[in-house]
Every structure is written in structure tokens, then in C-alpha cells.
């Protein structure tokens, strides 16, 4: 099935999945879009972070998208099953893959979880997590100064090792964490820093890999893949500065892309 597959974020963070998704998936065409203009959704409402989730979502459907990748973990911890309700489309999120990959590499149960304040308080991964294993052993933790630093492109350096150091330091008083999740697409742009300053000892989980796994399944099970050779000519889209969305994503992809466009898709609220 020549459409393509839609993936939205509040910002860059998204584009680690995408990433993953374009080395597993290279046949696939991918439209992306990323709502630097409003992020981070941590510190947002659930009303809120539910509005701009559909706000992006609504946006995608205009391109014909045969598959919705959630890739915000705020986002898919308020507004998952609701959309997966809603729409006729596989909607699939980033949090049952991480949790899935975490359990399958702890081996003492001892788990820990860092995201944003909207993940956290939501308590998605810690059910997650027990939903699959009950006995699991876990400790969250809100890292609310990690999406700016990462939007402003801050992703190695002294400044960003204080910043990372500080905030996981009430992780040491969980001392047996053999892995740590990484609720966040945009905390594996810092996982350099973030190991060094757990150590080598714990095991950094990503979802990216994992929610590109699960993408490829379900496409498969639906026989919704696209068989066709043709170039993929993905589309990228973003709600705020086209210049800094574009420095961050030569970061990640290691060259630049083509097809970015800022985009206005805020409803009016009565």
C-alpha cells in the first residue's frame, strides 16, 4: 500500500524514530510533524496535550497516512487509546514498546523510568511495566530541563553534563538500576551524556527501535506494506522555526533533509 506513514512529536525528538523507522522500513514513505512551536508538552495540562496530539493528528490525516506513529511519549501516555478508538487507522505509541524492550534486558528487576512530567505523572510506564511483569522493581523520575536543552540543540558539553548530572542525581538512591528507560524520543539525543553520567553498568533503553519493529508487524499482519521500489520522497513539517528544527535534524539523520515546511495547525477555542 503506496501511503504513508504519519509520525508526530512536540518537537525533534520524534525524528529518533523516524530515524529507525527509515532503516527498518526503507521502502516506506514517512510525513512528519514535529510542534516545535508549542513544545515541550511536559509541563502542559492533559487537556491540552490531548487538543495539540489532535490538532497534529488532524493535520496528518489531510496526507492520506495508512499508519499513525505516536512518538511522544507525553502525548501517547493522555491521548493512545483514544485515538486508537477514534480512528480507522493503526495508531500505534512509544511506551508498550519501551517498556517491553526494558523488561527483556533487566535482569534484577530493578527498572528505572525518566521523562517528562506529563509522562511521569501519568503513571503509563510504571502500568506498563506491571501489566507485564507485576514483581518488577521501578523508580521514575522527571527530567523537565531535558527537551529545551534539546530543542535549543544543546546536546553534548560541560553545560549539558551539570545540567544531566544534577537532575539524575536522585537516581543514586536507586542503586541496583541495572536499566533505565528513556521516556522520551528526545533523551536518546542526550544518551551519551546520560550513560556517562549513570555508568556503563545500565542498560539505556530507547523505544525508537522497538516502536519501528512494531510498525513493521502490524504492517505486515495488515499486509499494509509497500512493495513498490520507488525513491521515498518523505515530508517534513514543523510548527516553529524552520532553521533550528533543520540544524537539529543534521544531527540525527547526519546530512539535511528535503521537504521541511513550517505549518500553522492551531484550531481557534471557543
Not at 493522555?78 to 527483556?104: C, F, M
Not at 522497538?210 to 521500489?229: D, F, G, V, Y
Amino acid at each position: 500500500m503506496n501511503k504513508p506513514i504519519g509520525v508526530i512529536d512536540s518537537g525533534v525528538g520524534g525524528l529518533t524514530v523516524v530515524h529507525e523507522l527509515m532503516r527498518q522500513l526503507p521502502k516506506e514513505r514517512l510525513v512528519y510533524l514535529g510542534d516545535t512551536l508549542r513544545c515541550p508538552y511536559g509541563p502542559r495540562t492533559a487537556e491540552e496535550v490531548r487538543r495539540f496530539t489532535w490538532e497534529m493528528v488532524d493535520f496528518l490525516l489531510t496526507k492520506n497516512i495508512k499508519l499513525l506513529v505516536v512518538a511522544c511519549n507525553t502525548a501517547t501516555a493522555y491521548t493512545l487509546a483514544e485515538l486508537q478508538e477514534k480512528l480507522s487507522i493503526p495508531v500505534i505509541g512509544v511506551i508498550q514498546p519501551g517498556a517491553r524492550a526494558a523488561i527483556k534486558f533487566t535482569t534484577n528487576n530493578h527498572v528505572g523510568i525518566i521523562g517528562t512530567e506529563g509522562t511521569i505523572r501519568s503513571n503509563a510506564y510504571l502500568d506498563a511495566l506491571h501489566t507485564i511483569k507485576s514483581d518488577i522493581d521501578v523508580y521514575a523520575l522527571a527530567c523537565p530541563a531535558f527537551v529545551p536543552m534539546v530543542e535549543k540543540g544543546i546536546l553534548s558539553g560541560d553545560y549539558a553534563l551539570d545540567i544531566i548530572a544534577q537532575t539524575l542525581l536522585p537516581l543514586k538512591q536507586f542503586s541496583n538500576m541495572d536499566t533505565l528507560i528513556l521516556g522520551c524520543t528526545h533523551y536518546p539525543l542526550l544518551k551519551d551524556v546520560i550513560q556517562e553520567v549513570v555508568g556503563s553498568q545500565v542498560t539505556l533503553i530507547s523505544s525508537s527501535e522497538e516502536t519501528a519493529r512494531e510498525t513493521s508487524t502490524i504492517l505486515e499482519l495488515q499486509q499494509m506494506l509497500n512493495e513498490e521500489n520507488e525513491q521515498c520522497n518523505h515530508q517534513f513539517y514543523t510548527t516553529g522555526d524552520v532553521e533550528i528544527f533543520t540544524s537539529l535534524t543534521n544531527r540525527i539523520f547526519n546530512s539535511s533533509i528535503d521537504n521541511l515546511k513550517s505549518v500553522s495547525i492551531e484550531k481557534v477555542v471557543i
